[in-house]
């Protein structure tokens, strides 16, 4: 990752006296494959558009190769966007739609019947070019956007939610291809999408938004692992997050218990939130338990029960192999590296506990965008 | 998928039927009644062999047709792209002006631009009082094209608006994405995508100018092939039906050449 190709300086902008982005400050080096991940409204493709040139920044600077950009408009800017809905040229066949870019530019005929057919051949389109490309399917469409987009050798290509109306199956599918595109072809992408799972597994860089600010830049281990606050850990995966306090460096105290940990460079009895992954969470007999508490809810998930306990009024997500009945006294033991504590910010309390658990079972992908809506 | 249409379909679709019958086919079947006939009701080519007197005056009407049309669709076009593209609240008061005049009888426009056209008429009126001689409007062919395009300007800008409201602004923003500059974007994909809409109005306005009667006499003091049909209609039916049936045959032939044109591919225009 050597050299910046896309700096983004205190970017602010507003809309009808809303400011839906407040101070982004975003590095894009060269070849990198970065993720914008983040709830349903805040400020996502808004920041996607800014590079593509579509919205103006109130303030602060968009940087290409060492310059200011801001007033480049969108035809002069060497990026190229895959839009959400595809916006393929419905007048157009599939090989007229990738060849657009190209013929703008005014190349040769057979360059761009060569080019046309290289990127045919990438996205597995081969044989579709005089297809109407109202009879494609989603996935294919969507291929057509890509293509289109890659034909004229973009230096960064812009992804908005590209995947966002396919089936299960399929994005896991073109999941894996764009992966494989953005290593062949050796090209930056900025994706944007509300799945983390989606944002874990292609990244090399995932920025977690909410609310137009951004919360934590990282990799995806960074991401999980050291969440920076309550809303990043509560977003990436399930976790339990509670109120600690740091007793001394490597103690922190939860729930009435001291728990040894690794993180230090607190100041005595600071309050802090620690996070606790329910895979993490070890059950044992009640009475070996560092906590104990009394199992509300077993839901069986296939390779794991995921089990609901009640310590001391805060309800644990645990994921264990092992069928505990509700109403089950539990005892739980914690690895010192199994915790992870975080500074207080303005999520601390917001999230991470499973009190209201039932809702989140029915509609896992959601759930999370909804919560933080609704508590924001 | 051919099924049956049931006897309550029937029903439904009748009362149409009956209509389609009594103001479509019933006077249809009229006009060719009395265009192959003569005055004594017997069969007879002679309306279609005196037809041949009337091709300049085909061609004439035509012609004031194609330029009314043309005229239509450059006025019209950039001021549907401006409305569509204005707020909603203005997009109506816009909408509004531009039909207000289809609620005023044709008549009643045209005598007003009578008026308005005139040797002593408010325009000269105005330009006397600025110091400017009088200038000759009224029976002169600006004043036929005036009254044509003033008349049949709704049915464009309105077909055209429709089809530039509904268009997808992402395609815009896809195109300048891809590199367009202004001028491509409307060349590559604003144009073509607005075709049906130009399509339909081309017809809708081309179609009542060419067969037009009263605007080119009251405002041009010629007649057309419209008004001639008029006045034949009264002293010599069966010629005037004969001359309506070519006329219908020739405007069905220019619409279907006008959409060979833009069905292959959307492509070219006219
Ligand atoms: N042109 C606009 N005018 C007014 N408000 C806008 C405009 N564009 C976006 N917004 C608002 O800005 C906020 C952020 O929008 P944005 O589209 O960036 O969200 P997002 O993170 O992409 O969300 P999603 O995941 O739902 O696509 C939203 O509240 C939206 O309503
Ligand atoms: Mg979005």
Redesign the pocket.
Known sequence: MQNKLVSLQNIRVK??D?E?LKGINLDIYDKEFVTLL??????????L?IIGGFVTPDSGKVIYGGAEINDVPPHKRPFNTVF?KYALFPHLNVYENIAFGLRIKKLPEKQIKAKVTEMLELVSLKGFAKRNVNSLSGGQQQRVAIARALAIDPKVLLL??PLGALDLKLRKDMQIELKKIQQQAGITFLY?T?DQEEALSMSDKVVV?DN?IIQQIGTPQDIYNEPKNAFVADFIGESNILDAVMKEDYIASLSGYDFKCLDGGYAKNELVDAVIRPEDVDVVPAEKGMLAGVVTSVVFKGVYFEIIIDINGFKWMIQTTDYQPIGAMIGISIEPDAIHIMKKSVYSGVYGDYSSFSDEVDNPEVETSNEVNTNL | MTKKSSFLQKLIVAPYMVWAAAFIIVPMFFVAYYAFTDRNGNFSLSGFIATKNYIPLFIQSIWYGLLATVICLLLAYPIAFIISRAKPTTQKVLLMLVMIPMWMNLLIRTYAWMTILQDTGIINHILKLLGFGPVHMINTPGAVILGLVYNFFPYMVLPIYTVLLKLDGTLIEAAQDLGSGTTRVFTKVILPLSLPGIVSGITMVFVPSVSSFYIANKLGGISLIGDRIEELIRTNINLGAALSLVLMVLILVSISVMNKFTDEDGGILV
């Open positions: 809309f009808d809303d839906i983040g709830p349903s409204g805040c400020g996502k493709t808004t920041t558009r959400q908005d939610e944007v509300h938004m137009g």
